[in-house]
């Protein structure tokens, strides 16, 4: 699951990359414009929901080190 999670966060930033790269063809000025920010806003904010549902479907064992069991006696 950390192998996916990780593939998923970097296909997501070559789109922002990608994204931004398209936004900005005609750019000829010193900050970028509005919808240029909105745009790759955008990404981010859906990559970062997209992220929490994942990571919410799986116990934290799978995520990373596995929960230390508490002794029960």
Same mark, same amino acid.
């Given at each position: 699951?950390?192998k +996916?999670?990780?593939?998923i966060?970097?296909? &997501?930033? %070559?789109?922002?990359?990608?994204v931004? @790269? *398209?936004?900005?063809q005609?750019?000829k000025g010193f900050?970028p +414009?509005?919808?240029?920010?909105?745009?790759? &806003?955008? %990404?981010?904010a859906?990559?970062?929901? @997209? *992220?929490?549902?994942?990571y919410?479907q799986?116990p934290?064992?799978?995520?990373?080190?596995p929960?230390?069991?508490?002794?029960?006696?």
């Open positions: 699951m950390d +996916t999670f990780k593939i966060f970097i296909i &997501g930033l %070559i789109i922002i990359f990608a931004a @790269i *398209a936004e900005t005609n750019y900050s +414009t509005p919808s240029q920010v909105a745009t790759v &806003g955008y %990404i981010v859906l990559l970062l929901v @997209i *992220a929490g549902v994942i919410s799986f934290p064992s799978v995520l990373g080190k929960i230390k069991e508490e002794n029960k006696s």
